[in-house]
């Protein structure tokens, strides 16, 4: 029994631990966003609280910063439109491949599966972006990514757990496809439809390399990237230079609050999510 | 039989007449997938042409007397032997060490008694997995620097303290660990769904039979998740030569390329920054055609080891 007990003391010290390694690192940000420019890039220990004089200097920096605005209404942009894209058509997608009876079926099922396997790799995928004309648009950071396939095969389990005994009826009933999509499956989809909300609104909210290679204009930059592009700034160990290092930390907060603020509210999806993924498509 | 065509035809037109509505339905995702996945593996042909954008892939000329120049340049180059190398290190070590961390944590959350405290501690081992690898790489980069917290904590075991990421020995160490803890919370969750699946009924017998709880977990609660572990081994496997890019261009830097840089950054730099299209074309499809060989074959395996598979 003693053994027992000395296990569940390490295993809790454990997880203790696990949450510690888990948050730490964004309390040290938010904390050091906070502190004394002059001590804290000198500063090595654990932060506990800011370092005094506090200040919220580098808040002002950041938000007076033209490019973060629009970072953030890029961002947004992408997001809302993107996502609600990513949904038409991985939808779309997953009902086709549901269906049992049209002839090009397999041919189709086939295209798509393919592409899980093979791609043209990075280069090409750049230049056809090119040559599509969607160079330096935000389109371009959405229409190349709208269905992503492992996404589509989930969705499409989904879809096929729908009970068959219903749509048969409302096949009967003279129902069209685009109405048994709409009107039966997805309602009765809708917790893997959430999860699907969440994998490609969190993809476009932090994804910054489609945007470095395809778009020129600084204004029409995400925010990610233009977070990427102040953070890779190297620091040396002047004044300004600690100063700098402040706004990097006050950029990681602005960039990553919001995140943090509906991850509670969209967590209890998640445990589901991986779920849906893991069953055989 | 003589009907042959003729029936072919009504095949065709009974299937539209009764399908038209899905067709339309599925015509944006197949436009999607020829123009976005397909006429890319076209433009594949770049890798045996001297590619000019204003002639087009098909109107340049193949480079070379076989088209076979920017792969003999490349098998021939001192960047071959150090990209491969780089990868499978990176992707090997990663597999050795990433792989057994979330079962771990699957293994030791399953003991916690407290059901609140599993929970909270379960959710916020997830958090890493929804932070940017922006923000992720920017906050290892101030951490590993020489006054970071990481760099300062291994100065208390007699460390010099210096920035880690700009000595190249420290990178791999740097890339797995980071993936361990961004990835292990997330990876976990399939494990402790096939944990809450082992019937209850076969740890009441185990503790009849006298066996503690180190024996219950050999016996009863790894073979219980036996099936989920080679399932997810044989996924990683099939991707043993796809180390991705995004993260190691965030951390590297060209003094630490010596271990840093893998076939994916490689064909990013020469490719998108230094325009060589033909050559990192070549290079991208070596890679291609190794990651397809690759997960076939796991993919197979897979399908008859557990009668899982991708597809």
């Known amino acids: ?281 | 039989m003589k009907k042959k065509s003729g029936s072919l035809g009504n095949v065709l037109k009974k299937d539209m007449k009764r399908y038209w509505q899905a067709y339309l339905m599925v015509l944006p995702v197949v436009v999607f997938y020829l123009l976005f996945s397909y006429k890319p593996m076209y433009g594949i042909l770049i890798a045996f042409k001297d590619y000019s954008p204003a002639a087009g892939v098909w109107g340049s000329p193949w480079v070379g007397r076989h088209g076979m120049q920017n792969f003999i340049d490349f098998f021939g180059s001192y960047y071959f032997r150090r990209i491969l190398k780089n990868t499978v290190v990176l992707s090997l070590s990663s597999l050795v060490f990433g792989f057994p961390a979330p079962i771990i944590l699957a293994l030791l959350l399953n003991e916690v008694k407290n059901e609140r405290f599993k929970r909270v501690t379960q959710t916020i081992s997830y958090l890493p997995h929804f932070i940017s690898l922006v923000v992720i790489c920017g906050m290892i980069k101030m951490f590993v620097a020489n006054t970071g917290i990481i760099t300062q904590f291994l100065g208390l075991f007699g460390f010099q303290p210096t920035n880690l990421l700009g000595k190249s020995q420290y990178f791999p160490a740097i890339y797995v660990l980071s993936n361990i803890w961004a990835g292990m919370g997330w990876d976990s969750i399939l494990y402790l769904s096939a944990l809450s699946g082992i019937d209850q009924d076969l740890y009441e017998s185990a503790r009849i039979d006298g066996a503690g709880r180190w024996q219950q977990t050999i016996h009863v609660t790894l073979p219980g998740i036996s099936a989920t572990i080679i399932i997810m081994l044989l996924m990683r496997l099939g991707s043993l030569m796809n180390v991705g890019y995004e993260k190691i261009i965030l951390l590297y830097n060209e003094g630490i390329y010596e271990t840093a840089d893998v076939i994916s950054t490689f064909v990013y730099r020469y490719g998108l920054l230094n325009g060589q299209w033909g050559y990192s074309v070549a290079v991208g499809l070596f890679n291609s055609v190794i990651n397809f060989i690759i997960i076939l074959f796991f993919n197979r395996l897979s399908r008859k080891l557990a009668d899982v598979s991708l597809w």
């Open chain 1, 1 to 281: 029994m003693k053994k027992r007990n000395l296990f569940d003391l390490l295993n809790t010290l454990f997880m203790l631990f696990i949450i510690f390694i888990m948050l730490y690192p964004f309390y040290h940000v938010v904390m050091a966003s906070f502190s004394d420019p002059a001590r804290i890039s000198y500063y090595t220990g654990i932060l506990l609280w800011p370092l005094k004089p506090y200040t919220t200097e580098a808040y002002r920096v950041v938000f007076a910063n033209p490019l973060i605005l629009s970072g953030y209404r890029n961002t947004l942009f992408v997001l809302i439109v993107g996502t609600g894209l990513n949904l038409i058509m991985t939808m779309l997608g997953a009902y086709f491949l549901t269906l049992k009876g049209p002839l090009f079926k397999n041919a189709i099922t086939f295209m798509i599966i393919f592409t899980m396997y093979f791609s043209g790799g990075l280069v090409p995928a750049y230049l056809n972006v090119r040559d599509l004309g969607l160079y330096n648009s935000l389109w371009a950071l959405i229409v190349p990514g709208v269905i992503g396939t492992t996404n589509l095969i989930i969705l499409r389990t989904a879809f096929a757990g729908v009970p068959e005994s219903l749509v048969d009826s409302a096949m009967l009933d003279g129902a069209s496809h685009p109405q048994i999509l709409f009107r039966i499956i997805a309602p009765l989809s809708k917790a893997t439809l959430a999860v699907m909300v969440i994998y490609y609104g969190v993809g476009h909210w932090n994804s910054w390399f489609g945007a470095s290679i395809y778009l020129q204009n600084s204004k029409l930059f995400p925010l990610q990237l233009v977070v990427r592009n102040f953070l890779q700034e190297a620091g040396s160990q002047s004044d300004m230079a600690s100063y700098a290092e402040m706004i990097k930390y006050a950029m990681i907060v602005v960039s990553t609050a919001p995140v943090l603020v509906i991850y509670p509210f969209f967590q209890k999806y998640f445990t589901k999510g991986v779920m849906v993924g893991a069953i055989k498509g």
